[in-house]
């Protein structure tokens, strides 16, 4: 069975960047099957997709938050990072990590973190 | 590119069918039979209910069937249920410039 754990601060200042990890067991992130993604719910809201990337290194990005985000990949820890710079309190959301199906759907997800941006 | 479009609500009582609907555009939902569902739980994160459109992942139970016709998909709850009571969200494959886009979600309440 896949798990996905995300760690890293919940609390993160303005115009600071927000890094998270998501660290995946029972599965290996370099199977080459998935695309390993980044998703967040802003409090009370939708989901958005932030991007993803597979384990070559190539990563897709959502258009509106490409010009502040990077995701790399750790296979040696089975691991895969977040980082998104500039916040400002329009980023406060949980942040999930998901395992996709190619382009495709999300069939595993983290629990969830909540970040908050605030100084 | 804006998010595929839901509605806000919909309710049902035990028993009964509902279904959500999620509109896109010829550039995702109508453009590729990649349409995935969501079901939330308050506090909890999201689980895949239907993918590629009519697809259900194993442990699912086929009280949810998917479908689609044009620019719009559609999930179809049957037999509802007190534990259906939950957040619903569509999601579709976009292309290669924009990927992923994410409904505004649906609430369903069983009356």
């Known amino acids: 069975q896949v798990q996905l754990q995300e760690s890293g601060p919940g609390l993160v200042k303005p115009s600071q960047t927000l890094s998270l990890t998501c660290t995946v067991s029972?599965?290996?992130?370099?199977?080459?099957?998935?695309?390993w993604s980044w998703i967040r719910q802003h409090p009370g809201k939708g989901l958005e997709w932030i991007g993803y990337?597979?384990?070559?290194?190539?990563?897709y990005y959502n258009p509106s938050l490409k010009s502040r985000v990077t995701i790399s990949v750790d296979t040696s820890n089975n691991q895969f990072s977040l980082k998104l710079n500039s916040v400002t309190a329009a980023d406060t959301a949980v942040y999930y990590c998901?395992?996709?199906?190619?382009?495709?759907?999300?069939?595993?997800w983290g629990q969830g973190t909540l970040v908050t941006v605030s100084s | 590119q804006s998010a595929l479009t839901q509605p806000a609500s919909v309710s049902g009582s035990p028993g009964q069918s509902i279904t959500i609907s999620c509109t896109g555009t010829s550039s995702d939902v109508g453009s590729y039979n990649l349409v995935s569902w969501y079901q939330q739980h308050p506090g909890k994160a999201p689980k895949l209910m239907i993918y590629e459109g009519y697809k259900r992942p194993s442990g699912v139970s086929n009280r949810f069937s998917g479908s689609k016709s044009g620019n719009t998909a559609s999930l179809t709850i049957s037999g509802l249920q007190a534990e259906d009571e939950a957040d619903y969200y569509c999601?579709?494959?976009?292309?290669?410039?924009?990927?992923?886009?994410f409904g505004g979600g649906t609430r369903l309440t069983v009356l």
């Open positions: 990337i597979y384990y070559s290194g190539s990563t």
């Open positions: 029972g599965g290996s992130i370099s199977s080459g099957d998935y695309f």
């Open positions: 998901a395992r996709a199906s190619q382009h495709d759907y999300f069939d595993y």
């Open positions: 999601c579709s494959y976009a292309g290669s410039s924009t990927f992923v886009i």
